[in-house]
């Protein structure tokens, strides 16, 4: 009430009445306020009248506004004075003429005199009963129109009179002394007139309202309020309920949250109310676009035992809404870029239809059990996942609704309910289903109404585009075009103008297409919807992006629209584990690669210069069909990995993460840049002329950014730095699109790259040398072209080997790309916390991995060995960037960069000698190629001299002959004897290890002279090792090259034991296994010196 | 109802401004007088009317106070009793048109003739033919009053859309032969849907020079909040307290007390000069000097 705040006397602080002109304590004048005068007067002038007048004038205050009629209740009697007293009444000055015949008092004299009468609640309610019953009365009397008027009135003072009883009756039922009997019945008949009278209340507000006769709704509650501080807290609650609905309905969204969440935020509110209350917040968080809290909102509601089924189905279907409006907002499904060139878009093609096998075998087994899942290409992008899953819940929560809608039989929610199915069958690419359904739909009862029909039939026509059924879809939609375009709504039209394009455009008519999205961007800008603009822009782009040969004026359109807004693809939070899956794939696919291609090629024999022999080194070969199946192994495994993890996202990822983690937003205005974090809350308002850099940090393979990897920064004053990622839905159109419009602005901006082109840099460079080298090597070594051993220097080769094989030009890039760049660049940025553990984590494991199997992941040594280095790399730099992240604290920093270097250092030194015996390996491998059996033997026996801690390679026999040719007797003797009586060795080994044990005894008797015993043993010895070696090629199966050393071997040891005959017979079918020159040139020479 | 013509002193400023804008002889067009209450508003509102009312300039005010609904219809339609119903024919029969007891779009397959006819489409009524509705005399169609019922919010907006359309399409031919006003009391308890029409239909088809010749006067304890891309139409203005003159010329001259000093400087501290206040005090000394021969009304 206005004025009538209790003051305090300036001097002595005293209380004193609104009214007083003097301190009754210390006589202090006291000036009055404008309302304090006010009210004095009218208490003056009161005074001044005669009693019966004044007493009227006071009973004029109640109604809200007075004519004669209302005059005569007042005064309680009909004279004929009426017409005279309100006469007399209107001359005051604070009587204003509301209308003809009809007058009020200005508010703050009837305010004024409302509150007197709270004083005499018995005598102001008689007043109100008969103001009531005259209402009735007169309702009864007049024409229809203005009944809505009358009845108006009569439920406000319905509301008063139930709310001053039922307060009266419980201030009766507290002094009465035994309350025992009377009051329940009471208490409860003054509770039943508060319901009655409210029911009468929410009738007559629904009627006008769910008519949108809105300002009547709107008086119809205003007059319900006006005196709300009498009223029992129910029917405070109720108005406050209706306050808020009525907002919503006025589009003041938030005034709307405001009152519910007032009213939400009391524990005793009245179960049905709550429902409503629950539900409605929601409806007004869709409309605002605060799709997460709708969706609690209305579980709110559900988890209400009061619910009504109706309301249940009301919750579900907005639960539904908020679903897909979140989903609608990302655009559509992703839409992949076409590849420019032939080749790569054949690649492409093979590749996907790989890719594609496991995905499509899962999803075709899931359609065919009935469950709702997109078709497989659409699954095949991870892009998608997200949107299928919120499309999933929002087809779940549909469908809730359907069956309540059903079992009630409530055709018109019915089709509401089908229309959201049919979008999301189509969606799905569930087309006949969607047919189905939508002709069904438009059988229903409530269908023929043609704004309803029109609806359903730009739906049907979506699913008849699908099917490509062009011709029909065409002609329905300009059908709804013209009911649409008939009762103006705008949201609709745009929506068939971006069907309809899209229907010309699949059907080839280009041009008309373009025009139809343009009038639909026209339209959707006029009413201001930014979904519809939205819709259009987004088919536009995928048009952009799906052919190379699309009209030009799309770029124009697309770049000249005013307001654009890009969503991103993915919830941010999402976003890490999306980077460390891809980083991850690549290299996983070489390393299973280099598991599985690799096999041991056959071991040739060399011998040294004093006739021992030892295997020759060997090399790793790649059987081409290994080479081929093991990525696709790879590709398939990961395919099937990959299903699995979509499906699983489809079904089972938790919506409540998602909701707290909206995908964040981008919008671009003609005069700024706004930003909405992933609560949907505004973050950023940058003024485009306030730009001041961008920052750009792309990951491109080529030319493309890769959208996992790439971000780009807006720097401006006054505001944070402006992240945008690369995941956000058309990220270079929002780079281009940013830095066109802060230029034209006029922004004083400066640019900084962090861009890399993999491919482009000299990081890029390296990889393509390393593969170049690799398939060289392997192409060498698998004998598909000339072996390069035989051309290059020994040693040259054996570098090159080392380095090919080594895969250091491969692994170096990819972690200076996946793990070095990122890390120091989000140092930089500050962006994610987890990335360097993971990346130590990740170090850790292959490092410990290497050490307690030996190296024997992988197969060749050198890769090894070069993984081990990767994963200790990995390992130091990670904790070296956790130690930077600590900051401050010197320390640590310098402890784990010291730790980091050390392990470093140390790893190197642990894998110096195993690289020194791959090289001595690798190059005797090529003498062995030049024919140089001698120098062969010579760095297989450094080879074998390099004692290394990791990497073993089994080489017992080399180590034997080391012995044998340091004349270290005794111990040859035990490494053969060893060797010799462990059957687990092969008949070939053990043939060499006697003949090589023959001769070096032979040659230990030589040295110092022997017994016969002793001469007899090692004929012994060669006599084994030539059946051995007969085993051994009957065994081994061994190719003739290997038969040919094999049975060369042979014949040696027959000349080293003087068996002439047998010796000459070996040899020959020596000469005739071989076909290498150089090994006949060889036999045939031996051959000649025996005959000789 | 005290008499404004005999006891309106003062507000020379705000009544000049409003003549020069009835004139012409200023480019604004919308005049805001914002001030508390008590302070003359809805008076200086209606002196203006007056002086609209001497000079023959066809005006209408409407007044958030009164205790009607002023949704759109009944926003449009004292507009136009307002401003003479002769010139709105085509408006009230756009009227009779939609307000049948409940507008729903008729079955009929595609038939959108049906529709169009139905909703009518914007020429059905830029010709002069009259042929729905009852003639009250001579020109003069007959509003059945009716309300808007639409059972679908985007219908109902299509159809007050094309009552405005109509409304503005009658109000253009009567501003071709000369000035008319708008009047807006009591701003502050606009409702949605006229404060809908007012900030979506009318002041902005003033802004953008749809409609000229017609100048609008807003007055309340709040009016509405316009940006500065406004700013060459608006005249803003609030309203003083009245200076000691003023008081002794209302007292004296116009209430007819005894022009004693003490009285009078009395008064206008009492009043600090504030209109309602000053009203309400002479009523006072007026009513303690009558006689008191008034019959008791009880
Ligand atoms: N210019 C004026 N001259 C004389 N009396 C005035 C004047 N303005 C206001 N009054 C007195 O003040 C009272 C209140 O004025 P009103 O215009 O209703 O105020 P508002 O509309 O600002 O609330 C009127 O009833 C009238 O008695
Ligand atoms: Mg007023």
């Known amino acids: ?1092 | 109802m005290q008499s404004i013509d005999k006891l309106f002193v003062n507000r020379e400023k705000q009544t000049a401004g409003f003549i020069k804008m009835l004139q012409g002889q200023t480019p604004k067009r919308i005049m805001l007088i914002e001030a508390s209450g008590g302070l003359g508003k809805s008076w200086t509102v209606e002196f203006m009317r007056v002086e609209c009312q001497r000079r023959g300039i066809p005006n209408t005010e409407i007044d958030f106070a009164d205790s009607i609904v002023f949704d759109f219809l009944a926003l449009l339609r004292r507009a136009r009793d307002g401003f003479g119903i002769a010139a709105f024919n085509l408006f009230t029969q756009a009227i009779n048109e939609v307000t049948q007891p409940t507008v729903r779009i008729e079955t009929g397959a595609a038939n959108t003739n049906a529709i169009n006819n139905l909703l009518g489409q914007s020429n059905t009524f830029s010709g002069s033919n009259v042929n729905v509705g009852e003639v009250i005399a001579g020109n003069v169609i007959k509003d059945n009053s009716f309300v808007i019922n639409a059972d679908n919010a985007v219908v109902r907006q299509a159809l007050q859309d094309r009552l405005s359309g109509a409304f503005f399409a009658c109000l253009a031919s009567l501003t071709s032969q000369g000035p008319l006003c708008f009047f807006f009391d009591t701003y502050d308890k606009v409702t949605v849907e006229a404060e809908a029409w007012l900030m979506g239909h009318l002041l902005p088809q003033i802004r953008d020079g749809l409609i000229t010749n017609v100048v609008v006067v807003i007055a309340g304890r709040s009016v509405p909040k316009l940006d500065n891309q406004w700013d060459h139409l608006i005249a803003r203005t609030g309203l003083d307290l009245l200076s000691e003159p003023h008081v002794k010329e209302y007292l004296v001259q116009r209430r007819g007390l005894n022009d004693d000093p003490n009285v009078i400087k009395a008064l206008f501290q009492g009043s600090t000069g504030q209109p309602q206040l000053l009203a309400m005090l002479a009523d006072n000394i007026l009513r303690s000097q009558a006689s008191g021969g008034d019959d008791d009304w009880l």
């Open chain 1, 1 to 1092: 009430m206005t004025g009538s705040e209790p003051h305090q006397c300036p001097s002595c602080e005293q209380l004193l009445r609104p009214t007083s002109l003097f301190c009754p304590r210390c006589g202090t004048p006291i000036m009055p306020t404008v309302s304090n005068a006010l009210q004095l007067s009218i208490t003056q002038i009161l005074a001044s009248m005669k009693p019966g007048q004044a007493e009227v004038m006071r009973r004029c205050a109640i109604p809200r506004w007075f004519d004669a009629e209302i005059l005569a209740v007042l005064r309680e009697r009909d004279d004929g004075n009426n017409a005279n007293i309100l006469q007399q009444v209107a001359e005051y000055s604070f009587v204003r003429q509301i209308g003809e015949g009809r007058y009020a008092f200005i508010d703050d004299v009837r305010n004024y005199l409302l509150g007197d009468w709270r004083l005499r609640p018995d005598e102001l309610r008689r007043i109100h009963e008969r103001l009531y019953t005259y209402f009735e009365r007169r309702m009864g009397s007049t024409m229809v129109e203005n009944r809505a008027t009358w009845l108006r009135e009569i439920v406000s003072y319905d509301l008063l009179l139930a709310s001053t009883s039922s307060v009266s009756q419980a201030k009766l039922a507290d002094e009465l002394t035994q309350p025992a009997s009377t009051d329940p019945d009471v208490l409860t008949q003054a509770m039943t007139k508060v319901e009655r009278a409210l029911l009468r209340f929410r009738n007559l507000f629904d009627a006008a309202f769910n008519a949108h006769r809105m300002a009547e709704a709107e008086a119809i509650l205003l007059a319900a309020e006006e005196q709300s501080n009498i009223l029992v807290p129910l029917v405070r609650d109720w108005l406050l309920y209706y306050r808020g609905k009525m907002n919503f309905a006025m589009v003041r969204l938030d005034e709307a949250i405001e009152c519910f969440e007032i009213l939400l935020k009391r524990d005793d509110l009245d179960p049905e109310l709550y429902v409503l209350l629950a539900n409605s917040l929601g409806d007004v968080q869709v409309e605002a676009g605060q799709w997460s809290a709708s969706i609690l909102s209305y579980q709110k509601a559900l988890a209400t035992p009061k619910i009504e089924l109706a309301q249940q189905a009301e919750a579900h279907l907005g639960i539904a809404d908020a679903y897909n409006e979140i989903a609608v907002s990302a655009g559509g499904w992703h839409q992949p870029q076409i590849q420019k060139y032939p080749i790569a878009r054949a690649f492409a093609k093979v590749f996907q239809s790989i890719a594609i096998i496991p995905m499509f075998l899962l999803v075709s087994i899931l359609r065919r059990l009935g469950a709702a899942v997109p078709k497989p290409l659409i699954l095949l992008r991870y892009q998608n996942w997200l949107l299928a899953r919120i499309f999933r819940a929002s087809r779940e929560q549909t469908m809730a609704a359907y069956r309540i809608f059903r079992q009630q039989n409530d055709q018109m929610n019915l089709i509401r309910c089908e229309m959201r199915l049919i979008d999301i069958d189509v969606l799905f690419g569930s087309v006949d289903e969607a047919i189905e359904l939508a002709k069904q739909s438009l059988e229903r009862p409530g269908c023929e109404e043609p704004y309803r029909k029109a609806r359903v039939q730009v739906t049907l026509a979506r699913a008849l585009i699908a099917k490509r059924d062009f011709a029909q879809a065409i002609d329905m939609l300009n059908q709804a075009l013209t009911v649409f375009r008939a009762v103006d709504d705008g949201r609709w039209e745009a929506r068939v103008l971006t069907t309809l394009g899209r229907a010309l455009q699949e059907s080839g008519q280009t041009e008309a297409a373009l025009k139809t999205y343009q009038a639909g961007l026209v339209r959707a800008r006029g009413i201001g919807s930014v979904l519809s603009r939205e819709r259009i822009l987004y088919e536009l782009r995928t048009w952009r992006r799906s052919e190379l040969t699309y009209p030009t004026e799309i770029s124009t359109i697309l770049r000249d629209e005013p307001t654009q807004r890009f969503v991103a693809r993915f919830p941010r939070f999402l976003l890490p584990y999306l980077q460390v899956g891809q980083t991850l794939l690549i290299p996983l696919i070489l390393v299973f690669a280099a598991i599985v291609a690799p096999t041991v090629g056959n071991q040739t024999i060399v011998q040294a210069s004093n006739n021992l022999v030892l295997p020759a080194a060997d090399v790793y070969i790649f059987p081409w069909y290994r080479l081929i199946i093991s990525p696709l192994i790879m590709l398939v495994a990961t395919g099937v990995g990959y299903s699995v993890l979509g499906l699983i996202v489809l079904w089972y990822m938790p919506m409540t993460q998602l909701r707290n983690n909206q995908p964040t937003v981008h919008t671009l205005t003609p005069d700024e840049l706004i930003h909405y974090d992933s609560s949907g809350h505004e973050s950023h308002r940058i003024k485009w002329a306030d730009v001041t850099e961008i920052i750009t940090a792309d990951r491109r393979v080529w030319k493309r950014p890769l959208m996992v990897f790439s971000r780009s920064f807006v720097r401006s004053t006054m505001q944070p730095l402006l992240r945008v990622d690369g995941i956000t839905g058309w990220y270079n159109s929002v780079i281009y699109l940013i830095e066109k419009r802060a230029r034209e602005a006029g922004a004083q901006m400066s640019y900084l790259s962090a861009n890399i082109s993999l491919l482009r840099s000299a990081w890029g460079g390296v990889i393509g040398l390393g593969t170049l080298l690799l398939s060289l090597i392997i192409a060498s070594v698998n004998g598909w072209i000339p072996n390069l051993a035989e051309f290059l220097p020994a040693t040259f080769y054996a570098i090159l080997q080392l380095v090919g094989f080594s895969g250091i030009l491969l692994i170096g890039p990819t972690i200076f790309w996946t793990v070095i760049r990122p890390l120091r660049l989000d140092n930089e940025f500050a962006l994610d916390e987890r990335l360097p553990s993971l990346a130590a984590m990740i170090g850790f494991i292959v490092m410990v991995l290497f050490i307690i199997t030996d190296g024997a992941i992988v197969r060749v040594p050198i890769f090894s060995v070069s993984l081990f280095i990767a994963g200790v790399y990995v390992f130091s730099e990670g904790i070296y960037q956790l130690g930077v992240r600590r900051g401050k604290d010197r320390r640590w920093r310098t402890g784990v960069t010291i730790v980091g270097f050390g392990l470093l250092l140390g790893a190197m030194l642990i894998v110096r000698e195993t690289v020194w015996r791959e090289f001595y390996h690798a190059r005797s491998y090529a003498y062995a190629i030049q024919g140089n059996g001698a120098a062969a033997a010579d760095d297989r026996l450094r080879e074998v001299a390099q004692t290394s801690l990791l990497f073993e390679r089994p080489m017992v026999i080399e180590e034997a002959v080391l012995a044998s040719q340091n004349s270290d007797w005794e111990q040859a003797d035990q490494q053969y004897t060893a060797i010799v009586n462990n059957r687990g060795y092969d008949a070939r080994t053990q043939a060499l290890a006697y003949h090589n044990w023959a001769l070096t005894e032979l040659a230990r008797c030589k040295k110092n002279s022997c017994s016969e015993a002793e001469l007899a043993r090692i004929a012994q010895f060669e006599a084994t090792a030539i059946e051995l070696i007969d085993q051994a090629i009957t065994q081994h199966n061994a190719n003739p090259e290997e038969r040919a050393v094999l049975l060369e071997a042979q014949g040696t040891a027959y000349i080293e034991v003087g068996q002439i005959p047998a010796a000459i017979q070996k040899l020959t079918e020596a000469l005739a296994s071989t076909s290498e020159p150089q090994a006949q040139q060889r036999i045939r020479e031996l051959l000649n010196s025996l005959q000789r």
